[in-house]
């Protein structure tokens, strides 16, 4: 979460273009990368971003025991979740990795504070009240720290980035699903490492 202000939310169907995809995004400041397993290709994906110097390689959307081994055999050194189970929090925790689960109240976040963690990733955080949500639900968790994730923008993220408990937030705009040009993907990648509050 401190690699970056930015972590691009990314969702690839086709494996051929995952490691220029990578080295365009390291190149243009940015090394975490969550691929969400969206699509079939996902898991291919990171394992080929995994090859990648100076990438950190994680997998998003993970949401089950077993996708979260799977995630872990193909090379991802973190683990992002929509929400927080037992089922997964769990072996999440006993393996090691990092984890990254999805919190959207105060009754998410206890359960996670339950289970050891500290860190969060606050979803669909637009369209859970936004910043005024966040700020409210920081404040009586004021040892959490928060990745805000859904609705972010380029334009909104310097905006959450000033709330003292956020580390970071996740973005889908960095890269395009249909990806067509390397060079856009690093200079959206610089604008979005150099974000501040």
Not at 69 to 79: E, K, L, S, T, V
Not at 112 to 119: P, Q
Request: hydrophobic share 50%; proline share 8%.
């Amino acid at each position: 979460m401190t690699l970056a202000p930015v972590i691009p939310v990314l969702v690839i169907d086709d494996a051929s273009t995952a490691r220029p995809i990578a080295e365009a995004l390291v190149a243009g400041g940015i090394r975490a990368l969550e691929v969400t397993l969206r699509t079939p290709a996902a898991l291919e994906v990171i394992a080929e971003m995994a090859k990648v110097e100076g990438a950190v390689v994680g997998a998003g959307t993970v949401t089950n025991e077993k996708q979260l081994q799977a995630a872990i055999d193909a090379g991802a050194r973190f683990i992002v979740s929509p929400g927080l189970t037992e089922a997964l929090g769990k072996p999440a925790i006993a393996s090691g990795v990092p984890f990254l689960p999805g919190t959207a109240n105060a009754a998410d976040i206890m359960f996670g504070m339950d289970l050891g963690l500290s860190h969060f990733k606050f979803f669909p955080a637009e369209a859970n009240g936004g910043i005024p949500a966040l700020k409210a639900l920081a404040a009586p968790f004021y040892q959490a720290r928060f990745c805000p994730t859904g609705g972010v923008s380029l334009a909104s993220a310097p905006n959450w980035l000033a709330i003292p408990e956020v580390l970071c937030v996740g973005g889908s705009w960095i890269v395009p699903r249909k990806v067509e040009d390397y060079a856009a993907i690093t200079e959206a990648a610089k604008a979005a490492s150099q974000l501040t509050a």
